[in-house]
């Protein structure tokens, strides 16, 4: 039997990249109470997961062009932000580089490149135990 509706397609990317916890307007002294370790210069092996919306097509029967998912998510965000400091990157101009506030700017970057209305959520995996998730509504 075959189903018409739409599906959901998830993208996996992956990156490395170095990052800092500092609010600009805090002390250093203050950052560090406020992040602990994270304060100091460290790095991650993130992954960057992309989630698109989409009927698949009756002749290929796919919902989602992989191909050009990947060259948007590359050049919108993979390209600036692996084996970089995550503060210099411009996708994430003024952002603390928090897993929250990446995912959030990552949403923000992805939005507009990707057809409109498809893009259904992003996550950003820092470590094993820690992945952020926005799916573009805003929380009050």
């Given at each position: ?41 460290h ?8 989630t ?61 490149a ?27």
């Amino acid at each position: 039997m075959e189903r018409r509706g739409a599906v959901e397609v998830t993208r996996v990317y992956h990156f490395s990249a170095a990052h800092q916890l500092v609010h600009p307007s805090r002390s250093p002294e203050e950052n560090a109470a406020l992040y602990g370790p994270c304060a100091r210069p460290h790095g991650h092996n993130y992954y960057l997961e992309v989630t698109l919306a989409g009927v698949p097509d009756a002749r290929t029967g796919m919902a989602v062009d992989l191909d050009a998912v990947d060259r948007v998510v590359n050049a919108t965000v993979i390209d600036q932000v692996d084996h970089h400091r995550l503060e210099e990157a411009p996708v994430v101009a003024g952002v603390v580089t928090t897993g929250e506030g990446l995912a959030r700017a990552f949403w923000c970057a992805l939005a507009p490149a990707l057809p409109a209305g498809r893009l259904r959520r992003v996550a950003v995996v820092e470590t094993a135990k820690n992945r952020f998730e926005h799916a573009g509504e805003e929380v009050r």
